[in-house]
T-cell receptor, first 115, second 114 residues
Framework: AQSVTQPDIHITVSEGASLELRCNYS??????LFWYVQSPGQGLQLLLK??????LVQGIKGFEAEFKRSQSSFNLRKPSVHWSDAAEYFC?????????????FGTGTRLQVTL | DTGVSQDPRHKITKRGQNVTFRCDPI?????LYWYRQTLGQGPEFLTY????????KSRLLSDRFSAERPKGSFSTLEIQRTEQGDSAMYLC????????????FGSGTRLTVV
């Protein structure tokens, strides 16, 4: 069965510092990969997605992610974090089951930003 | 495009009561999904509709749960005889039909069973 691992439950960074959130997946082929952000009590907002082509994808809010097939990873990065980036971040993969694609999420990484 | 709307945003109910949630997807999206998210966890898939047909259900969806999507537009998720373990955020998502399009999520309905 496919799975998504986000090894860091909680990360704290200073405002202006760089950020990297880790995501590893287990799947037989290259899945569709997504990063979502969730503010407290809110739904999920799509940051970026990868399904083919250039392995470095750009997203909203200055985020980017790099797909590395050899490492089964899809890490999220941001060069300079802003206080408003504090939220929960979820990595997800989409698996086509024959009827539809459905998302499998990691357990999330909570980002805290210190001023 | 007004996004995915969910109603209510919050619901507090007593154990044993029935509750119903509504999801209005983006109008041109033919796929609709329900997910459940418990505290400290990522969302978990519950069920999926393509138009009005419910094509897949998770084992998480016990017989107390039922979902409908009449006419392929809005969807409802009903939980009968609620239990404290049903307390969670229930998220609805919709998509146009291609995996590469991604999924648009609503803001969710937070259910608390007391």
């Amino acid at each position: 069965a496919q799975s998504v691992t986000q090894p860091d439950i909680h990360i704290t960074v200073s405002e202006g510092a760089s950020l990297e959130l880790r995501c590893n997946y287990s799947y037989g082929a290259t899945p569709y990969l997504f990063w979502y952000v969730q503010s407290p009590g809110q739904g999920l907002q799509l940051l970026l997605k990868y399904f083919s082509g250039d392995t470095l994808v750009q997203g909203i809010k200055g985020f980017e992610a790099e797909f590395k097939r050899s490492q089964s990873s899809f890490n999220l990065r941001k060069p300079s974090v802003h206080w408003s980036d504090a939220a929960e971040y979820f990595c997800a993969v989409a698996l086509y089951t024959g009827t539809a694609s459905k998302l499998t999420f990691g357990t999330g990484t909570r980002l805290q930003v210190t001023l | 495009d007004t996004g995915v709307s969910q109603d209510p945003r919050h619901k507090i109910t007593k154990r044993g009561q029935n509750v119903t949630f509504r999801c209005d997807p983006i109008s041109e999206h033919n796929r609709l999904y329900w997910y459940r998210q418990t505290l400290g966890q990522g969302p978990e898939f519950l069920t999926y509709f393509q138009n009005e047909a419910q094509l897949e259900k998770s084992r998480l969806l016990s017989d107390r749960f039922s979902a409908e999507r009449p006419k392929g537009s809005f969807s409802t998720l009903e939980i009968q005889r609620t239990e404290q373990g049903d307390s969670a955020m229930y998220l609805c998502a919709s998509s146009y039909g291609r995996e590469s399009d991604g999924y648009t999520f609503g803001s969710g309905t937070r259910l608390t069973v007391v």
